[in-house]
């Protein structure tokens, strides 16, 4: 499986954005997806994680509320909604695959899509 994100850009605080991970050469039917960020000088973290068992989401207490993940099994597509948008929010965002959510490997990587927001 590929998956490429798309959807970033700046934002004012208070704003919204809708990242999408689209996938391709295989479906995202049997996996756990998850959502990363990496903001400039810091490491990057996980911020939300939906279950490939029962398609749970987890999300980061920095992001619950305000994130929210969904998916469009025709478009083989999970989709990130960001709302409330802050400045600590700015950052690259990964789409990510693995077996399950917890110890994350990674088994594909989108590229990283940049969101930036900023008045």
């Known amino acids: 499986v590929q998956l490429q994100a798309s959807g970033g850009g700046l934002v004012q605080p208070g704003g919204s954005l809708r990242l999408s991970c689209a996938a391709s050469e295989g479906t995202l039917d049997y996996y756990a997806i998850g959502w990363f960020r990496q903001a400039p000088g810091k490491e990057r973290e996980g911020i939300s994680c939906?279950?490939?068992?029962?398609?749970?989401?987890y999300y980061v207490d920095s992001v619950k509320g305000r994130f929210t993940v969904s998916r469009d099994n025709a478009k083989n597509t999970v989709y990130l909604q960001m709302n409330s948008l802050k400045p600590e929010d700015t950052a690259v965002y990964y789409c990510?695959?693995?077996?399950?959510?917890?110890?994350?490997?990674?088994?594909?990587w989108g590229q990283g899509t940049l969101v930036t927001v900023s008045s």
């Open positions: 990510s695959i693995d077996d399950e959510c917890g110890s994350w490997a990674g088994l594909a």
């Open positions: 939906s279950s490939s068992s029962d398609g749970t989401t």
